[in-house]
């Protein structure tokens, strides 16, 4: 598993490597833990950050296939917080308008961490127990909505909404083995652009 996670991650920023533009996602999002596609907007409201980048695999004059890579961090008040990564594969369709729909669908490793003290029964008394985290594997399936800044530009900055679904795996295996949680993101695409070192 940590073989196949390192090679999702290394190979956007390998092949990134090769650009002059470096697109980077940055989002802010509500996470909560709730059937996916059955809720929108969830009260109240828990905080989470991502950052990323995209590698674009094939484009042409109104889609495109890439693949991202991300940081994520989110703070669940009362349950937990958690720090992850994950890439997607995704496939953008642009309309003629300045906006675009997008599907990707991702994979990733979170270590979450509980938000309240947490004690254990031992000896007759309850003991303060030591939080060191929790391995997590979480696929994920999401929808973009895009909108491009400048109309007919390839490079153009973008704001977007994302409704992001996914299962935290495992949970908690001797009552609940997986959590569904969704996340609703607010962000921004845009690019740095890099000098050319091969001339």
């Known amino acids: 598993m940590k073989k196949l996670l390192f090679l999702i991650f290394i190979t956007p920023i390998v092949l990134m490597g090769q650009e002059k533009v470096i697109p980077i996602n940055l989002s802010l999002y509500n996470e909560s833990t709730a059937i996916p596609f059955t809720r929108f907007l969830t009260i109240p409201i828990h905080l989470g950050l991502q950052v990323g980048t995209e590698f674009v695999y094939s484009s042409k ?23 992850g990564i994950n890439s997607e594969l995704g496939y953008e369709y642009r309309m003629k308008s300045r906006f675009s729909l997008a599907l990707l669908l991702g994979v990733g490793y979170m270590h979450t961490f509980a938000t309240t003290e947490e004690f254990y029964f031992s000896n007759g008394t309850y003991q303060k127990k030591n939080d060191k985290g929790n391995a997590r594997f979480y696929p994920s399936l999401s929808i973009d909505v895009r909108y491009f800044l400048k109309k007919n530009k390839n490079n153009s900055s973008q704001l977007f909404i994302r409704y992001q679904s996914w299962v935290e795996y495992p949970y908690s295996p001797d009552f609940i083995p997986a959590m569904t949680h969704i996340n609703l993101h607010l962000g921004t695409k845009f690019f740095i652009h890099t000098k050319d070192h091969s001339k």
């Open 61 to 83: 004059e109104r889609s495109q296939l890439f693949q991202t890579a991300n940081v994520c961090y989110f703070y669940h008040n009362y349950l937990m917080q958690g720090i």
